[in-house]
């Protein structure tokens, strides 16, 4: 298989140009290993470029400001997390929703009733947090 070929379009002056499997492949890893050393590079030459000049004030832990108290090590609610993960499974809920609305006319009932298993599992899942107490502020 050749790499260029002529297109059947109304000027003959452009060109398709095609690839093999192996060639296109090749391309891929060649930029994947370019990104690779473009960020290895940066931070080598951070790390070479930098002033490096540690005191004890850099050392020292830094929270808004505020000089630390006490130790550094403290317990978190599990159920803050609960409320991050019912956040993004909602999140990505709309994130699915929005553009399945705006072409649900060209793809039919087929397709309603998939989004409406969907919504129906979420539904379930947010009624059985719900049940639980897991919507409950502390």
Do not use: C
């Not at 003959?12 to 093999?20: D, G, N, W, Y």
């Not at 072409?103 to 947090?129: K, Q, Y």
């Amino acid at each position: 298989m050749g790499l260029v070929s002529r297109a059947t379009v109304s000027d003959p002056a452009v060109r398709v140009v095609a690839m093999s499997p192996g060639l296109s492949w090749l391309v891929v890893g060649a930029v994947a290993a370019g990104g690779v050393l473009f960020v290895v590079a940066g931070l080598a030459a951070n790390r070479l470029l930098r002033p490096d000049a540690p005191t004890r004030e850099k050392l020292a832990t830094y929270e808004s400001g505020v000089d630390p108290v006490g130790r550094g090590w403290s317990q978190t609610q599990v159920r803050y997390y609960l409320y991050a993960f019912l956040y993004v499974l909602f999140a990505v809920d709309a994130v699915f929703l929005f553009p399945w609305a705006t072409v649900v006319r060209d793809f039919g009932w087929a397709t309603v009733a998939e989004m409406g298993v969907f919504l129906g599992v979420l539904a379930v899942g947010l009624l059985h947090a719900w049940r639980r107490g897991a919507l409950r502020w502390p």
